[in-house]
């Protein structure tokens, strides 16, 4: 994926983070995410869900961190999000039920229209419910995936956004054995994860 992510605060002049992605998912317990970004700051994120624990380590700095989580990937993810406040835009796309996680009881939307990307025309679906607004495109085949998603957070300051990009979907990749196995290297020093989570998100984007 290539994603943008609003830098959530106050100060509309702090512009947004920019960076490709990489993952790699493995039902109903395993994921593996590669982000990358250029930017200044630069920042390369691995993170490895093995089905008991959370390994995060930030190869550009040398640090890393740890935290023990159980269940499926859906528990993984909500219980991060609510430990750790970690905005993570693409969970709604790796829950095992992609549609109800974006559409709730009180969600209204549809059909809104049209679009062409890079000279592929695809329909755009617009949600929106008290918490976040959602766009997607997509074609109008039966077995449609994502080319692209938009979030809105409409509860948070400023109203931040995030674009993701789906450039390589591949549902039929062969996996290695120690994909989800976090490699750490010797010299990195280990945080805190929630000291770890703090320091990757003040990291101020350009």
Excluded: C
């Excluded at 930030?58 to 269940?71: F, I, M, V």
Aim: charged residues 20%; glycine residues 6%; hydrophobic residues 35%.
């Amino acid at each position: 994926t290539v994603e943008s992510l609003d830098r959530i605060g106050t100060d509309t002049t702090a512009g947004a983070y920019h960076f490709t992605r990489s993952v790699v998912v493995q039902r109903p317990s395993s994921l593996y995410f590669d982000l990358k970004s250029e930017a200044k700051p630069s920042v390369n994120i691995i993170a490895n869900y093995n089905g008991q624990q959370v390994t995060m380590q930030n190869t550009t700095n040398a640090t890393w961190a740890r935290t023990d989580t159980l269940g499926n990937i859906d528990s993984m993810l909500n219980d991060i999000t609510r430990r750790f406040s970690v905005p993570i835009p693409f969970a709604d796309i790796v829950y095992s039920d992609p549609y109800n996680a974006f559409i709730g009881p009180n969600t209204k939307g549809g059909l809104a229209g049209k679009e062409t990307i890079d000279g592929v025309e695809y329909v755009r679906l617009e949600y929106a419910d008290d918490l976040v607004g959602i766009k997607i495109w997509t074609t109008d085949s039966v077995d449609a995936l994502p080319r692209r998603i938009e979030l809105t957070y409409k509860k948070v300051a400023g109203e931040p956004k995030a674009l993701i990009d789906f450039s390589a979907w591949n549902l039929n990749t062969s996996i290695a054995d120690d994909a989800f196995t976090a490699t750490i290297n010797p010299a990195a020093t280990e945080l805190d994860f929630g000291t770890f989570v703090t320091n990757t998100m003040a990291d101020k984007p350009e």
